[in-house]
Nanobody
Framework: QVRLVESGGGLVQAGGSLRLSCVASGSRFSINAMGWYRQAPGKQRELVASITTTGDSTNYADSVKGRFTISRDNAKSTVYLQMNSLKPEDTAVYYC????????????WGQGTQVTVSS
């Protein structure tokens, strides 16, 4: 089983920045993509950003474009999320995701890290 461990969450005031990190381990197959999702109280989990292992193809939620940047370090099996100009509406639990595609795709999830943005 693939294990994902997130770090970097915390409390920050509006306009501040945080950088989240996620380290993957235990994969028997190459990870095809990694990303970040978030879930706020009373809301569904949503994609924040994702990046492919090769080709640097990225995808961002409209709400974070221009403020958040996803990056990766394949040698370290790590994905990062740099979050700038944080807003109170960014408050959520952020989950790391890894996707492995063979005959079908399988998603693995971290336990999440809390990000709280005060106004």
């Amino acid at each position: 089983q693939v294990r994902l461990v997130e770090s970097g969450g915390g409390l920050v005031q509006a306009g501040g920045s945080l950088r989240l990190s996620c380290v993957a381990s235990g994969s028997r197959f190459s990870i095809n993509a990694m990303g970040w999702y978030r879930q706020a109280p009373g809301k569904q989990r949503e994609l924040v950003a994702s990046i492919t292992t090769t080709g640097d193809s990225t995808n961002y939620a409209d709400s974070v474009k221009g403020r958040f940047t996803i990056s990766r370090d394949n040698a370290k099996s790590t994905v990062y999320l740099q979050m700038n100009s944080l807003k109170p509406e960014d408050t959520a639990v952020y989950y790391c995701n890894a996707r492995i595609v063979t005959m079908y795709y399988v998603d693995y999830w971290g336990q999440g890290t809390q990000v709280t943005v005060s106004s």
